[in-house]
């Protein structure tokens, strides 16, 4: 989740041949698309600034202001996640994309508000296709301020519960959200309601058996819950 002040062209000044350089410019921005799904930012980064002097488009430029987020440039990227939001050739669901990753790199430069308000409008907007990244970006946020609070603070568990409440909307829409499994029971956790917590993670186990860290976390909440009926208080 998340994102120059790019003085270069994004469009090389050669005239008629821009549209016979497509093809190139395709094939960098599919090559920039794999490392990046690969876990190479800096690779991927390198290839789609090719396929940019080749011919920009808006999904060029996305790709971009994302990766420049991803290796913590979010200044830049937030500079140019405007460009693209700003721009009438933008698609509708590319400009909606392109507002979650923006409210992220907002968030990244303490610009929580803003974020949090963009978020909250992509919940219903009409033409972004993962209103369940925006439930979930909303939770975390909501979780993190909790983390920041004692727990004797009365806000600690007014956070806590809206986290839950947008985790539960994220998995309405996405019933195999892996991830929003995973901070709901880390919320349950936090509230000490270790069964409920074994649940969730049991019901995330069964979609991705193979999510280690719910493997461990099981473990020792069962070992707790085993504790607590051997040593009742």
């Known amino acids: 989740m998340s994102f120059i002040i790019l003085a270069i062209p994004f469009l090389l000044a050669q005239c008629g041949k ?3 350089n497509e093809p190139l410019a395709s094939n960098f921005f599919q090559q920039a698309s794999l490392e990046a799904q690969h876990g190479n930012p800096k690779k991927a980064l390198n290839l789609v600034n090719k396929s940019i002097e080749y011919k920009a488009s808006p999904k060029s430029l996305l790709l971009k202001a994302t990766l420049l987020h991803t290796i913590n440039a979010p200044t830049e990227s937030v500079t140019l996640f405007k460009k693209i939001i700003n721009d009438k050739k933008t698609p509708p669901a590319m400009k909606a994309d392109a507002l979650n990753n ?3 790199a907002l968030y990244d430069i303490k610009e929580y508000d803003q974020a ?8 219903y907007d009409k033409d972004y296709l993962s209103p369940e990244l925006a439930y979930f970006n909303l939770a975390i946020f909501q979780l993190k301020k909790a983390l920041t609070l004692t727990l004797d603070s009365p806000e600690y568990f007014q956070h806590l519960n809206r986290s839950e409440r947008y985790l539960h909307q994220a998995l309405a829409i996405s019933k195999y959200y892996i991830d929003a499994f995973f901070y709901l029971a880390q919320i349950h956790i936090r509230r000490n309601n270790l069964k409920l917590a074994r649940q969730t993670l ?10 280690e860290v719910s493997q461990k976390l099981l473990l020792e909440i069962e070992k707790r819950l085993e504790k607590e009926i051997k040593n009742p208080s």
Do not use: R
């Not at 949090?116 to 919940?123: A, D, G, P, Q």
């Open 102 to 104: 923006y409210a992220s």
């Open 202 to 211: 049991m019901e995330l186990l069964m979609e991705a058996p193979d999510h």
């Open 116 to 123: 949090e308000h963009i978020w909250e409008e992509l919940c």
């Open 18 to 20: 821009q549209k016979s």
